[in-house]
DNA sequence: GCCAACGTTGGC
DNA sequence: GCCAACGTTGGC
């Protein structure tokens, strides 16, 4: 999962572009987080702060390379396409309302901006959208 | 706009 | 290497 703030960077505005690059990760836990993605990974893709909720699903293209927006090598970042577009949006309250899903990072650690889920929780909320 | 959570920085 | 101070994120 991969989490945006709308006015910053929105789903729509994703759409519009039809790809880009996943950069501007300055936290070490997000960083180990997105090297792990691979080509073809499915990420959801979150709106914080503004709508709070998961409205689709991103698709890695590009493995994580050097963060281009900075010379710092410590940085990567990915390329990603929308892959699809939920039918509603997940909202966090959903979310916080399903056991089964109480335990994911998106409520355990607040603050971070890209974390792994379990299969079966990604399909859960993906279920929840359509 | 406030505040809690948490990561990072810097003094010792 | 510890810990206090500070900054940032994000929910409410």
Same mark, same amino acid.
């Given at each position: 999962?991969?989490?945006? &703030? $709308? #006015? *910053?960077?929105?789903?729509? =505005?994703? %759409?519009?572009?039809? =790809?880009?690059?996943?950069?501007?990760?300055?936290?070490? =836990?997000?960083?180990?987080? %997105?090297?792990?993605? *691979?080509?073809?990974?499915?990420?959801?893709?979150? #709106? /914080?702060?503004?709508?709070?909720?998961?409205?689709?699903?991103?698709?890695?293209?590009?493995?994580?390379? $050097?963060? $281009?927006?900075?010379?710092?090598?410590?940085?990567?970042?990915?390329?990603?396409?929308? #892959?699809?577009? %939920? *039918?509603?949006?997940?909202?966090?309250?959903?979310?916080?309302? &399903?056991?089964?899903?109480? =335990?994911?990072?998106?409520?355990?650690?607040?603050?971070?901006?890209?974390?792994?889920?379990?299969? &079966?929780?990604?399909? *859960?909320?993906?279920?929840?959208? /359509?």
């Amino acid at each position: 999962m991969v989490k945006s &703030e $709308p #006015h *910053k960077y929105s789903w729509q =505005q994703f %759409l519009k572009d039809g =790809q880009t690059f996943w950069d501007g990760v300055r936290n070490y =836990q997000a960083r180990n987080n %997105l090297s792990t993605m *691979k080509t073809d990974d499915l990420a959801l893709f979150y #709106h /914080s702060n503004e709508g709070m909720e998961v409205v689709g699903i991103a698709r890695v293209i590009r493995e994580a390379y $050097p963060d $281009p927006t900075t010379d710092d090598a410590r940085w990567v970042a990915v390329d990603l396409v929308p #892959h699809h577009t %939920l *039918k509603k949006s997940v909202t966090l309250v959903d979310i916080k309302n &399903e056991p089964m899903l109480a =335990q994911i990072g998106l409520i355990r650690q607040g603050r971070l901006s890209v974390m792994p889920l379990r299969a &079966e929780e990604f399909d *859960k909320i993906v279920e929840m959208g /359509s």
